[in-house]
């Protein structure tokens, strides 16, 4: 049975800031520099979604892609679209909003929802520039 | 040796429908909603086709990507450009074409053509957000 | 008061075929090739509606663009997507369906629809490389 | 003498919020949605600017993109780059930041500033689908 | 009868340097800094040719892009492409390659030889960020 | 603890040529066609670079993206960007100038430069369609 890897992107525009409230205003201006800005800034963040399995063979699908959409859409974008992410998603409170970081939360955000084939990869570009990939490892 | 990987990117435009003749309408209709669409609906698709291998020392390619550009028309793009994928492509003849089964296809067509290096990976946009990669697991 | 023009990109996915009925099938073929070829082709067609107009004092706005989306939706995406645009869309009948012609059946279908500012452009790409701009004129 | 156009891209990340302070909440909650979220959101913004004039028979330029490149981060990105449009730059102070508004302000932030060739057009593209032009009619 | 605008991106790949020969190395130092370095450097050129003009009833067409595309491949493709714009290409020679210059000569070229329609616009892009455009003013 | 991979983009514009000077004229013509043309021609190369590590719980950083990019410059991008890869580059003396070479080349150049985290991948796009990856295997 050949496995395959099927990928959705999406697309959410969000504000954040890079801040350690444990560390000092000192340390925060030097780590992060103008990611440290008080006001905050923002992206228009892409996620691709990748999902690892074996195509039905009824449907010839490993997943639904419009079914995946909803998913993440459910879980991620609903709730991080037009939002600030340092202050309005419950399941970031208390993280860091490095591209790191959100890369793995939406991860565990996603990995028990899919319900054909399995999770393989997040995808998360800040910037066309600027990415991080998190494969659950 | 370096092993490395090279990737040639080609496009082809065509049309095709998802539809299991096995299956009743309502099946069909419900399974794929507006992919079922009774008078065909197509894409750009975007091929990427990605070779494994070491740098010959003489010519310092893996291998030509002219001569990977020229196989890759002559096996997939000269059967599949401006076709019906359903109707017109013996290669795919009783196959679903969901993205999948087209990906997992092609590297079939491909597998035995590539005459430097090994075919690593194939991977196959429907669209900008939808992509699936068969890497002959 | 200051002029400007707003933009908004809407995509979808549809079947077609250059087929001139009045004449010959040699003609058709030599007229246009493989664009001719008998059991469809598709294209992922990318269109941008440009609107003229002063920004409202209290919005900010010359029109919101979701109610741009939306009026876009509602007249072209709903009727072309996931259709064959010589078969299913009624605002089509009997044109053929070359991408300079859709853009300017676009226009028509939108002209009179835009409630605020007026239509200044309609861009139709039927691939990355082919495009038709339609100004009214 | 021939008269051609020379542009230049450059980007910002920037955090805001649309919201007119003279209406009430339930104004602004209807006439903007989520772009009027409380806790800002943000985009990855692409500025065009586009300059016009006869090339100079010593150099070939219109104007040197480096130096336009210059004037334009000096005039606008370091005061709009990890900013928030709305609270943190002195030019945009008791604008609505929609893009109209915004790509009329750089307008006449860049007007004065182009030291060869004329301004002829600022583009704001706040997403890939959504742009504004101003010519500075 | 509507009047509307075709337009078709070709590529190609070339190498330069901005040197004006007349001047002296100082001056060419500073005007064109690292555009002036000795061993040439070089870009993926991307050009888009734009037709105007009102579609054939019978074809649909302005003008076929396939002929298009030919045309320009004939007169600037072949002659630029993989080559040295300063050394290489005829109806360059004495020109400052500025992407002024070369926009304004590859009208030159194609002004007469457009068979439907009318040349319209020249764009080229020399990089993604730096795009010159020529009407025939 | 997770492990990811970050990734950054840059970007740098060359002349290059392949040719192997311990071949005849005629086998470097016959290999490589126009891409030996003897007056050199070039690109707009892009180069990823991707790091894989652990996200630092103080920082939310596997790397500073920031400072990877000044690595990636100061090693790759000074030397590289307007010069020409078989005449200027240090690091590339007596290396056929291939995607793949230049990839592998790349990837020694970085390998013991990475302060934090560990090299995971060098890709390079030679234009938009090929592209050579590079895991240091």
Redesign the interface.
């Known amino acids: 049975m ?10 959410f ?4 800031r ?1 801040h ?1 409230p444990d ?1 000092s205003d000192e340390w925060n201006a030097k ?1 992060y ?3 440290n ?1 008080a ?6 963040y892409v996620l691709e979604v990748i999902v690892a399995g074996t ?1 039905d063979p ?5 997943i ?3 079914l995946l959409k909803r998913i993440v859409e459910e879980r991620i974008i609903e709730k991080c ?4 992410l340092n ?2 998603v419950n399941f970031l409170n208390g993280i ?6 959100l ?2 939360a939406f991860w565990s955000e996603l990995e028990d929802s899919i319900p054909e084939g399995e999770l393989y990869s997040v995808k998360l570009w800040e ?11």
């Open positions: 050949p496995r395959a890897f099927v990928s959705r992107r999406v697309h525009n969000a504000a954040h890079l350690n560390k780590t520099g103008k990611c800005s006001n905050w800034h923002g992206h228009n195509p009824e449907t010839g699908y490993i639904d892609l419009g679209d037009h939002a600030n202050l309005d860091l909003t490095s591209t790191e970081n890369a793995i910037t066309e520039r600027n990415m991080v990939e998190y494969r659950g490892e």
